[in-house]
């Protein structure tokens, strides 16, 4: 998962970039996020990326999930 396009997805799904980066904690802050989705951070600390894909897949995908149920 592009971690780009998970941050894009997730705002798709209603989070904004200041809920996104409460969500994921470890200090990180709405421009972070922000950076994140328009390119300008291409490879964002690991730790960041894996919490990110994981909040994906907790909105997004079980959202898609339970949608298709």
Not at 7 to 21: T, Y
């Amino acid at each position: 998962m592009d971690i780009q396009t998970a941050v894009k997805e997730l705002v798709d799904a209603g989070w904004s970039e200041n809920r996104i980066a409460e969500a994921v904690g470890h200090g990180t802050k709405q421009p972070t996020i922000n950076r994140i989705k328009l390119g300008k951070t291409k490879h964002p600390r690991y730790e960041l990326g894996v919490l990110i894909v994981e909040l994906h897949k907790q909105v997004v995908l079980a959202g898609n999930e339970a949608s298709a149920a």
